[in-house]
T-cell receptor, first 113, second 118 residues
């Protein structure tokens, strides 16, 4: 079955620490990969996406993610987190433009100042 | 960017009552809308897909008579939870696409509705 796995349920970091959130997927064929962020009380916002090409993608707010096909992974990274990065992060995948997404369970990031 | 408004953000109701959740695309025509559901500590699960001019397509295991979806116009979709029971308590999120964003594979999400059934 198609699925997305996020390894970390809750990550707690201090400001300026580096961040890496794991995401693995189980999906046949071509995949489109996404990371979304949800700040408290707000809607899901797209951080970055990978469709094809350079497997290292850069998104908003200093985030980046690397698609490693051999590992079926799409980990999210940020060199130095800020208190304002406190939020819920979701990895998602689909295989065709305009279709519904399959989401991971989400990772709660708490950054202390 | 495109904005999707979801209302209400939170609703508490008694068991047996029906609850309607609205999802509006504010500055674009939504040719496709999705309804997701999220249980605590679980992922968002697709409930149904609603395309312009057609009835909603429900995912396996989702009761279409219990979760009524109406894509009333190109800017409004509603999800009605009929005869709600405590097990329907959950977080419901909608997303929307127009033809341009569908081609770009970008969904725009509402802020979600937390339903609590007593």
């Amino acid at each position: 079955a198609q699925s997305v796995s996020q390894h970390n349920h809750h990550v707690i970091l201090s400001e300026a620490a580096s961040l890496e959130l794991g995401c693995n997927y189980s999906y046949g064929g071509t995949v489109n990969l996404f990371w979304y962020v949800q700040y408290p009380g707000q809607h899901l916002q797209l951080l970055l996406k990978y469709f094809s090409g350079d497997p290292l993608v850069k998104g908003i707010k200093g985030f980046e993610a690397e698609f490693i096909k051999s590992k079926f992974s799409f980990n999210l990274r940020k060199p130095s987190v800020q208190w304002s990065d406190t939020a819920e992060y979701f990895c998602a995948v689909n295989n065709q433009a305009g279709t519904a997404l399959i989401f991971g369970k989400g990772t709660t990031l708490s950054v202390s100042s | 960017g495109a904005v999707v408004s979801q209302h209400p953000s939170r609703v508490i109701c008694k068991s047996g009552t029906s609850v309607k959740i609205e999802c509006r695309s504010l500055d674009f025509q939504a040719t496709t809308m999705f309804w997701y559901r999220q249980f605590p500590k679980q992922s968002l699960m697709l409930m149904a897909t609603s395309n312009e001019g057609s009835k909603a397509t429900y995912e396996q295991g989702v009761e279409k008579d219990k979760f009524l979806i109406n894509h009333a116009s190109l800017t409004l979709s509603t999800l009605t939870v009929t005869s709600a029971h405590p097990e329907d308590s959950s977080f419901y999120i909608c997303s929307a696409l127009d033809r341009t964003s569908a081609a770009k594979n970008i969904q725009y999400f509402g802020a979600g509705t937390r339903l609590s059934v007593l």
